[in-house]
Nanobody, 126 residues
Framework: QVQLAESGGGSVQAGGSLRLSCAIS????????MGWFRQAPGKEREGVAT???????SYADSVKGRFTISMDNAKNTLYLQMNGLKPEDTGMYYC????????????????????WGQGTQVTVSS
């Protein structure tokens, strides 16, 4: 049974930083395509970043240069380092595992991901 558990969210002022973690069990994360998504109140869930089994990463334009996705294979844990946070980054952040590792970073379509965590809240104040 694949399980994903996010942590590390919180409240910060604009310009601050947070590091989100996603503990993964039931699957070897490094063999998969993993992603971070977020959902603001009243908005659809959107992709933030992905990392493939080859280590390649992809980012939404809105976070490029500020967020970094990474994987600790020994801990089977996914991370999202978020710097230069803006109020528009506020939302619930989710980690997810894509159904297939193929074409990992080509699409943030949520239907391509079949396992999701419960989410961790990030709030950025101005």
């Amino acid at each position: 049974q694949v399980q994903l558990a996010e942590s590390g969210g919180g409240s910060v002022q604009a310009g601050g930083s947070l590091r989100l973690s996603c503990a993964i069990s039931g699957v070897t994360a490094s063999n998969n395509c993993m992603g971070w998504f977020r959902q603001a109140p009243g908005k659809e869930r959107e992709g933030v970043a992905t990392i493939g089994r080859d280590g390649r990463t992809s980012y939404a334009d809105s976070v490029k240069g500020r967020f970094t996705i990474s994987m600790d294979n020994a801990k089977n844990t996914l991370y999202l380092q978020m710097n230069g946070l803006k109020p528009e980054d506020t939302g619930m952040y989710y980690c997810a595992r894509k159904r297939t590792w193929v074409a990992c970073g080509l699409s943030f379509q949520t239907s391509l991901y079949n396992y999701w965590g419960q989410g961790t809240q990030v709030t950025v104040s101005s």
